[in-house]
Every structure is written in structure tokens, then in C-alpha cells.
């Protein structure tokens, strides 16, 4: 059994989940994915998608507060980890810490792992092994649907999806400033005049910045910013999957929620970053 704790926001917790899919499938095991409605994501799993077969959803455990890193420095630490995690009936458990380990070859080897021992605890907000066709799974409910038909309805043969990153992350607005996308899209429409472009961001500001610029040729519907309620977090799927309709994407640097829109038809992504 897999049972996966998603860290971070909705598009790095899809990417967990579309790892965790693959590698339960690769391993013929169950998988559980336990949901948190926190600060980060503040809202019911069902009330942004439909069920999927392929896991369930289950609350967090309070035993799970005390789960620790089988991958300890030190044999002590090791050794009391695993004593821990086999209270828990966890065998191994691998947190985002290790995570830095992936990259270098033979030190960690997840779907090893996953073989090796009959319940694995994975936490992390980074994704793993190849996930790519799991991300076909996630299909948002009725209510998100009928928004991302109204507004794509709009939308015509040419048009280009822009993402501005801001709020709480610093290497996105130090690196992909609004200007860049100011100058992107006056180059897009120098190539192509009927090119149209749907606008979504997380600052109200930057939007409205653009819009006074380009006018009729933005699309943009006027949505909650804000993490920590439902309307805010099914407005971020309809951004979502509005994106992953368009010919192309405009992004902001150190942003995962374009790169994931991009993933569902395999469209360009274009990251704007100050040289």
C-alpha cells in the first residue's frame, strides 16, 4: 500500500498525485492519498474533481503527525525511525527531504522502495518517476466545467494562455516581472493581429494591468484570489483547465501551475525570465 501525503498548492499536489498513480499501477498496489485542507489548499478534494478510481481519498491520521524519514543520517537515528514508523505500521517512509537525493543516481530509488516493503508512507510536494499519462485522470466537477465552457466558448483559433505568478512567490515575481509578458504579447500580436489571450494570475493588479494595455484582446473573468475558500480554490481549476486549452502558455519562472496546464494536451510552455 502507497499512502501519499501532497504538499503545496493544487498544481504541485496533482503532480504528486499523477506520481503516486503511476508508481501504484507500476507496483500492482493500493494507493491512498490523504488530502489537507490547509492554508495552502483549503478545500474538499470532491468539491474541485470527480472521484478517481485509481485511489482513495482518507483523512489524515493523527498517528501520522509522528511519522519520521526512514532515510536518517546515522544508524541511532535510522534505527529509531523505523521503530517509530513500525508503530504507525508504516515499513518505509520517504518525506520531501529526501527528495534532494533523487537526482543523484542509486541514492534513492522510490519504486525500489515501493517493492521492498508492503506500506510506504510518501509526503512530499515533489513529483516522481513518470506521471504524465496519470494526469488524464483528473476531471473537475460539473459546476467547474460549466465555467470552463463559458469562458472558452470565447476563445478563438489563435489564442495564447499567460500565467503571472505572484503573492507569496519572490523567484517568480523577481524573475518574470509583468513587463515581460508586456513585451511577449506586443511581439505575439506583431506575428499574428488576431491572436487573442486568456489571462489568468494571482494579483488582481497585474491583471488589470494588462487588460488597460491590450483591452478587447484579453480574455479575463473576474475571479476570487484566494486559497483558503472553496469559490477560490474552483476558480484556480477553471484557470487550470482554461490554460490547457489554449495553442500556448506564457509563464511565470519557479511556477508549477502552467507547467501542469501545459501537461494535459502537451502544449508549449514559454517561461518569461529576466536574463
Known amino acids: 500500500m ?5 504538499v503545496g498548492g493544487l498544481a504541485n499536489r496533482m503532480r504528486v498525485i499523477a506520481s503516486g498513480i503511476a508508481m501504484s499501477k507500476a507496483l500492482n498496489t493500493g494507493l491512498q492519498v490523504i488530502w489537507n485542507e490547509n492554508y495552502e489548499l483549503n478545500c474538499p478534494f470532491d ?5 478517481i478510481s485509481e485511489f482513495s481519498i482518507v483523512p489524515k491520521a493523527k498517528k501520522y503527525r509522528h511519522v519520521k ?3 536518517q543520517i546515522g ?3 535510522r534505527l529509531q525511525a523505523r521503530l517509530y514508523n513500525l508503530l504507525l505500521n508504516i515499513d518505509y517512509c520517504i518525506t520531501g527531504q529526501d527528495f534532494p537525493s533523487l537526482i543523484w543516481p542509486g541514492k534513492l530509488d522510490i519504486y525500489e522502495e515501493g517493492k521492498n516493503h508492503k506500506n510506504i508512507y510518501i509526503q512530499t510536494c515533489h513529483e516522481f518517476g513518470n506521471n504524465t499519462a496519470a494526469f ?3 476531471k473537475p466537477v460539473a459546476e467547474i466545467e460549466e465555467s ?3 469562458i472558452t466558448k470565447k476563445f478563438t483559433k489563435n489564442v495564447i494562455g499567460i500565467h503571472i505568478r505572484r503573492t507569496d512567490n519572490l523567484p517568480a515575481v523577481t524573475n518574470s516581472p509583468v513587463s515581460l509578458f508586456i513585451v511577449a504579447i506586443k511581439a505575439e500580436l506583431e506575428a499574428q493581429s488576431n491572436t487573442v489571450f486568456f489571462l489568468c494570475s494571482d494579483d488582481t493588479m497585474a491583471k488589470n494591468e494588462i487588460i488597460e494595455l491590450f483591452g478587447e484582446k484579453i480574455i479575463a473573468v473576474k475571479k476570487e484570489v484566494s486559497r483558503n475558500t472553496v469559490s477560490g480554490m474552483q476558480d484556480a481549476v477553471v484557470d487550470m483547465y482554461c490554460l490547457s486549452k489554449t495553442n500556448k502558455i506564457l509563464g511565470s519562472y519557479y511556477s508549477s501551475f502552467p507547467e501542469v496546464a501545459a501537461r494535459f494536451h502537451n502544449i ?3 517561461v518569461l525570465k529576466v536574463k
Do not use: A
Request: hydrophobic fraction near 45%; proline fraction near 8%.
Open 2 to 6: 502507497i499512502i501519499l501525503e501532497p
Open 47 to 51: 468539491k474541485l474533481f470527480k472521484p
Open 69 to 71: 524519514s526512514s532515510n
Open 75 to 77: 544508524l541511532f537515528n
Open 136 to 138: 488524464r485522470v483528473f
Open 148 to 150: 470552463i465552457s463559458e
Open 268 to 270: 508549449e510552455l514559454q
